[in-house]
């Protein structure tokens, strides 16, 4: 059974930093793609970031310069380090996973149960 469970979310100002993290269990991480989405409250989920098996990276352009992902295979761990945050930024961030692919597909196969980052201004 595949697992996938986000950590360090939390309530930031404005130009602050979170680190988030993606434990996965069940897969094959090293042959995985992973990623991340978000939404925000009374919007649809949308991209954020993702992170091939050959760790080729892509960035929604919203995030593009402020947002690095990266990855632990040691430790079967994706990361998403969120820097200069804005209120923007505001919505429960889930961690995905498409175990054999060479991308994360637009709708992953796995998912993780979300993480809550709220940005005041």
């Known amino acids: 059974q595949v697992q996938l469970v986000e950590s360090g979310g939390g309530s930031v100002q404005t130009g602050g930093s979170l680190r988030l993290s993606c434990a996965a269990s069940?897969?094959?991480?090293?042959?995985?793609?992973v990623g991340w989405f978000r939404q925000a409250s009374g919007r649809e989920r949308e991209f954020v970031s993702s992170l091939t098996m050959s760790t080729t990276a892509r960035y929604a352009q919203f995030v593009r310069g402020r947002f690095t992902i990266s990855r632990d295979n040691g430790k079967n761990t994706v990361y998403l380090q969120m820097n200069s945050l804005i209120p923007e930024d505001t919505a429960v961030y889930y961690c995905?996973?498409?175990?054999?692919?060479?991308?994360?597909?637009?709708?992953?196969?796995?998912w993780g149960q979300g993480t809550q980052v709220t940005v005041s201004s």
């Open positions: 069940g897969l094959t991480f090293s042959r995985a793609a």
């Open positions: 995905a996973a498409d175990e054999g692919r060479g991308d994360l597909a637009s709708t992953p196969t796995y």
